[in-house]
Structures are given as C-alpha cells and as structure tokens.
C-alpha cells in the first residue's frame, strides 16, 4: 500500500510532465511556421520591388557616377581658377606699379601748372603761354589718358578677380559637400548584436556618423561582402537593421563590419 501511495504522485508528475512539454513543442512549432511565412512574404516582397525599382536604380547609379566625374572635373575647373586668380594678382601688381610713376609725374606736371599761371596771371591759356607751358600741358593729358587707361585695366582686372572667387567659393562649396559623403562612406561600424529569431541587427553607428533612413548598408567579414542591411530605427550612435535574406551568403555575426553601400558595390 505504501508503495501504491508513492506511484501516484510519480505518476501524475509525469502525465503534467507530458503535457506541458507537448504544449511547448506545440508552440515552437507555430513559431518556427508563422517565421517561415513571415520570410517567404518578405523575400517575394523583396523580388517585387527588385523588379519594380531596378531602373530607377540603374538610373540612380548613372546618376551618381555623373556626380563623380562632376567633382573631379569642378576640382579641375577650381585649380584653373586658382593658377587664373594668381596670373591675374601679377597683373594687378604690375598695374600698379605701373601707375605709381605716372600719378607723381600727373601731380608734378599739375603743381608746375598752377605756379606758372600765379605768375604769369589767371588770364594765361595754351594759346599764349610759351611752348614750355604747352609741352608740360601736352605731357599732363597725356598722363591722365595713360592713368585712365591703366585704372580701367585695373578695374577689369579686378571684375574678373571678383568673378573668379566667386566662382572658386562655389566650386569649394560643392567640392566640400562631396567630401562629406565621401568621408561618410569611409564610416565602419561594427555589428554589436545579433537578433536571429526576428532577424535585425544592432550596429555600433547611427545620426552622429552620418546614418539615414534611406541608406544601404553592408555587412563585411574578413574584408568579404557577406549580405546587406536595411535601416529600421537610428539613433545619435546606434542602428537598428534588418537582415536582407537576399544575396545572404552567411550568417551575421557579431563583431562583423558594416560600411555604408558604395558606388559599383
């Protein structure tokens, strides 16, 4: 009888045993199932937009080698610009130099000209002044047609100088924004969680390194491009990702790289 007494507990400890072990088989089952489903939907959505998008990509791709052999020809036009802007610096020093002689020799010839007509009186014109007052008369126009000429050459000069900074201040501009994405597509994070089940990612990456709702991102190991990520939340140094299934060539680990996605990649 007492052995009789033991049995029954043992057995229906194990009956609950059964039970709740066919129930969690139960529910890995649907879980494994709805995952299944879950990622047959989303590589059909994937093809959908692979075939709806694919020109617009190709056309996106153009795009950006247009954008590249753009930059490297404004950094051409820009050290044009610059050789221009120091020629033109000699010009203007040449100028100058040229106009300092003939701005004394003007205030000389202007200074005899009013002494001789103090003494010679107010009545004294080129008409009945000696031939000596005439050529200093002569020499005077001459000076200030030479130092009109030489000032509108100055004036030009600069006009074009203005024109050219202008023109460089622009060129740096878009040089700059350039090397930003270019700097920014240098960026590698590091992949610091692995989430298999729902299949995202954290990296170790997000706003302060330039990461945007639309970018692409890779995933490397071993200098080896293993498949892509899709961007879900960003925050100032942090990423939440998706795993693209397509092109996947192998699980993503932890401690994989992540750069942003490069022309011809």
């Given amino acids: 009888?007492?052995?009789?007494?033991?049995?029954?507990?043992?057995?229906?400890?194990?009956?609950?045993?059964?039970?709740?072990?066919?129930?969690?088989?139960?529910?890995?089952?649907?879980?494994?199932?709805?995952?299944?489903?879950?990622?047959?939907?989303?590589?059909?959505?994937?093809?959908?937009?692979?075939?709806?998008d694919q020109p617009e990509l190709l056309e996106t791709y153009g795009k950006l080698l247009e954008q590249e052999q753009r930059r490297d020809q404004s950094k051409a036009n820009t050290d044009q610009l610059n050789i221009n802007i120091?020629?033109?610096?000699?010009?203007?020093?040449?100028?100058?130099?040229?106009?300092?002689?003939?701005?004394?020799?003007?205030?000389?010839?202007?200074?005899?000209?009013?002494?001789?007509?103090?003494?010679?009186?107010?009545?004294?014109?080129?008409?009945?002044?000696?031939?000596?007052?005439?050529?200093?008369?002569?020499?005077?126009?001459?000076?200030?047609?030479?130092?009109?000429?030489?000032?509108?050459?100055?004036?030009?000069?600069?006009?074009?100088?203005?024109?050219?900074?202008?023109?460089?201040?622009?060129?740096?501009?878009?040089?700059?924004e350039r090397l930003v994405k270019i700097e920014r597509n240098a960026t590698e994070g590091v992949v610091t969680a692995v989430n298999k089940d729902w299949g995202f990612v954290l990296v170790n990456i997000g706003k302060d390194q330039g990461v945007e709702g639309d970018s692409e991102l890779i995933v490397k190991?071993?200098?080896?491009?293993?498949?892509?990520l899709s961007v879900v939340s960003i925050q100032p140094g942090l990423t939440v990702a998706d795993i693209s299934q397509k092109g996947l060539s192998k699980a993503v680990e932890p401690g994989d790289k992540v750069v942003f996605q490069k022309l011809g990649e």
């Avoid at 590589?43 to 937009?49: K, P, R, S």
């Avoid at 005899?112 to 008369?137: F, H, M, S, Y």
């Avoid at 190991?221 to 892509?228: F, L």
């Fill in 1 to 52: 009888m007492q052995i009789k007494y033991f049995l029954i507990p043992s057995a229906l400890f194990l009956a609950i045993s059964c039970v709740l072990s066919w129930m969690h088989r139960t529910e890995l089952i649907e879980k494994r199932t709805e995952r299944t489903n879950n990622n047959k939907q989303i590589v059909q959505i994937l093809g959908q937009i692979n075939k709806k």
């Fill in 86 to 176: 120091k020629a033109l610096d000699g010009e203007i020093t040449g100028l100058k130099a040229a106009k300092a002689p003939l701005d004394k020799k003007l205030a000389t010839a202007e200074n005899v000209v009013t002494e001789l007509r103090k003494k010679l009186g107010p009545d004294v014109t080129l008409q009945n002044i000696a031939p000596t007052i005439k050529k200093l008369e002569n020499d005077l126009e001459n000076a200030k047609q030479d130092l009109a000429t030489r000032q509108a050459e100055l004036e030009v000069v600069s006009k074009k100088v203005a024109a050219n900074e202008v023109r460089i201040q622009k060129a740096e501009t878009v040089q700059a």
């Fill in 221 to 228: 190991r071993d200098g080896i491009r293993i498949g892509n």
